[in-house]
Structure formats: structure tokens, C-alpha cells
Nanobody
């Protein structure tokens, strides 16, 4: 079992920056792929970004590519999502998620919520215009 706790959300003006974090605890010795998703009111949860165990592979949704950066510090069991040039449409609850890495196949791109086993409680990001 892995427990995930997000932090760092808040209110920011359009064009501003924010960094959200996801701290993992529990069975952290397993290699995990970490994902970030977001869910706006009345909308489905959508993929934002993911990162493999080593941090060498990162993936982004088209809507955030070039503005958001995902990273991880395995020594601290923490994953970060740096969000720059924020837009009002980025307003949502941001969730981090984890799934065990498939070391046999090397696949590390998992853009669907159902592909993840563990979820945090979410942190709210509000971007004002």
C-alpha cells in the first residue's frame, strides 16, 4: 500500500506560477510510475502528466505541454508539478496517482485514471482571470 498526499494548491492570477507536491509513504520501495490528473467542476478527471521511476521519461497532455514540468525526488519520495503561465482553464482539483512500474515491458505512459492503483485526496488550484 502507498499513501499519497498532495499539497501546494491555492489561488493564483492568470500568468502566474504554482508548484504542487505529492508525498508518498508506505511501501515506497516498489518502482512506481507517478501521474498527475485534474478534475474541474462538472468535468471528467483528465491526464495532466506522468513520470517514470527514474525521472527520465515524462509525458504531458497537449494542453499543458511547455507550461508544466513534472519531476521527482525519490530520496524524498516526492513528486512535483511545476505549473507556469497558468490560465483560468487550469482551475481544477489536482490529484497525484501511482501505479507499479512494468519493468518487463518498460512502458511508462499511462494516461487513464483506471490504470493507477493509488490516489491522493487532491489539492485545489484556482486561477483567476
Amino acid at each position: 500500500q502507498v499513501q499519497l498526499v498532495e499539497s501546494g494548491g491555492g489561488l493564483v492570477q492568470a500568468g502566474g506560477s504554482l508548484r504542487v507536491s505529492c508525498a508518498a509513504s508506505g511501501r515506497t520501495s516498489v518502482n512506481y510510475v507517478m501521474g498527475w490528473f485534474r478534475q474541474a467542476p462538472g468535468k471528467e478527471r483528465e491526464f495532466v502528466s506522468s513520470i517514470n521511476w527514474s525521472g527520465g521519461r515524462t509525458y504531458y497532455a497537449g494542453s499543458v505541454k511547455g507550461r508544466f514540468t513534472v519531476s521527482r525526488d525519490n530520496a524524498k519520495n516526492t513528486v512535483y508539478l511545476q505549473m507556469n503561465s497558468l490560465k483560468p482553464e487550469d482551475t481544477a482539483v489536482y490529484y497525484c496517482a501511482a501505479r507499479a512500474a512494468d519493468t518487463a515491458s518498460g512502458v511508462s505512459y499511462y494516461p487513464y485514471p483506471i490504470e493507477y492503483d493509488y490516489w491522493g485526496q487532491g489539492t485545489r488550484v484556482t486561477v483567476s482571470s
